[in-house]
């Protein structure tokens, strides 16, 4: 199953918005999108670049919160497309995507937070060196047995018989 969310991040030309996909199996960011403003394309992008890495089978609910983004017909259409169907939270309630919320608290503590960014490139060249070198391949995480998403995946693939999920 996979979740999705957006943040806000400020530079000095301005905001841009960030919105991941966070496959819940492996807690690995498996697709993301920054771009200016918050709308439909920021999401379907993300949506279509996880679904592009992963080729995920059809069928699994997609969590999201109640935002227009989410909302969208663009984005509706697209998971539509890729046989996966829509789960949004419940109105006020971030429990439903906690994993994704968490992934963002750590993002911008590790990387955002008291740091000045003054451009749109320096801050996409930091969300890039974050999740796609740190994050994904480095960062433990005790939910996977203090692996990163990637050493987890692959220690599942290996050897799927022994592999216990630490709840």
Request: net charge positive; hydrophobic share 35%; proline share 6%.
């Amino acid at each position: 199953m996979w979740t999705s969310d957006i943040t806000s991040l400020w530079t000095d030309e301005g905001w841009l918005s960030l919105a991941i996909i966070l496959d819940l199996f492996n807690r690995e960011v498996v697709g993301w999108s920054l771009k200016p403003r918050m709308t439909a394309d920021l999401v379907t992008d993300a949506l279509t670049r996880a679904w592009f890495r992963k080729r995920p089978p059809s069928g699994p609910p997609h969590p999201s919160d109640r935002g227009s983004p989410y909302a969208s017909h663009a984005f509706q259409n697209k998971l539509q497309e890729y046989g996966m169907t829509c789960s949004m939270s419940r109105k006020g309630n971030g429990w439903d995507n906690a994993p994704t919320e968490s992934w963002f608290n750590s993002f911008n503590n590790e990387r955002v937070h008291g740091i000045r960014h003054a451009t749109h490139a320096e801050i996409k060249a930091v969300a890039f060196e974050y999740i796609e070198v740190f994050h994904n391949r480095k960062r433990s995480h005790s939910t996977l047995g203090y692996r990163s998403p990637i050493q987890f995946l692959e220690n599942w693939i290996r050897e799927p018989h022994q592999q216990k999920r630490v709840a």
